[in-house]
């Protein structure tokens, strides 16, 4: 059998170092126009893969296509994965960190040695004995989330390109901007993509598959009122005035 040169982990330690992360107070779209930095690295690679279909938008969305290499008539299916990265913690000077056949030990994190993660407190790490594992530094995301679905999407099309001997149907590639901030899909052109079926790669343990998901709007509640400690809120209300409030 012939062996496959993966470059999963490669592309990945390579795009974390992209800082794509969004903004949930910005109202453009996207909502960082950094996030086109990385769909622009993407663009070139599928081009210089083979793949001719390949648009970056004025979005920042990437759509590409691998042609199908079958006559028959099967759906078309889109894989699709979010470039954002969660503005929870920086996304700027991301040092991956690969971590070679780990073997259960605790994991410091060594711009930030407080931070450590043990198998203990993400027991998922005890099945992935054995394996490589890439980690941050410790001062930043790493962002997994979601470039670990971008890298696998690259290497999949750079598999499936460089194994015609697997017949498949046109396959639709997308990535989205903005997913972080909730609205990676507000401008996704549907007509476009024209796909019938897709698989989003974001997140989970390896081999997980979820058939549903929810519709999760948002709402911001303003409280106008007083903030006081329970213990000693007895009466408070008395000294209610206008100008107290309380943003949850
Ligand atoms: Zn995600």
Redesign the pocket.
């Known amino acids: 059998m012939m062996t496959y040169d993966y470059s999963v982990a490669e592309r990945f330690m390579r795009y974390v170092q992209i800082d794509t992360q969004s903004d949930p107070n910005s109202t453009p779209f996207p909502s960082t126009e950094k996030q086109k930095n990385l769909a622009t690295v993407l663009t070139q690679e599928l081009r210089d893969m083979g793949i001719v279909d390949v648009e970056m938008d004025a979005h920042g969305y990437v759509y590409a296509t691998i042609e199908r290499n079958t006559a028959k008539d099967v759906p078309v299916i889109c894989f699709c994965a979010?470039m954002d990265t969660a503005p929870d913690a920086s996304g700027t000077n991301v040092k991956p960190l690969l971590h070679a056949n780990y073997q259960g030990q605790d994991i410091v994190l060594p711009d930030d040695p407080t931070q450590v993660i043990t198998t203990t407190s993400h027991p998922y790490l005890q099945q992935r004995i054995g394996d490589d594992i890439i980690t941050a530094s410790g001062l930043t995301l790493l962002g997994a989330?979601?470039k670990a679905?971008v890298a696998i999407i690259m290497d999949f099309a750079k598999y499936v390109i460089n194994h015609p001997e697997v017949p498949h149907g046109n396959i639709r590639i997308l990535f989205t901007p903005d997913?972080?901030v909730g609205r990676g899909v507000e401008k996704i052109d549907m007509i476009k993509l024209g796909a019938d079926y897709g698989y989003t790669l974001?997140?989970g343990e390896r081999g997980a598959l979820e058939a549903e998901s929810f519709s999760a709007d948002g709402a911001t509640v303003v409280i106008h009122g007083i903030s006081a400690h329970p213990g000693y809120a007895k009466g408070q209300d008395a000294q209610f005035h206008e100008n107290s409030s309380a943003i949850y």
């Open positions: 979010h989330d979601d679905g997913e972080e974001d997140g």
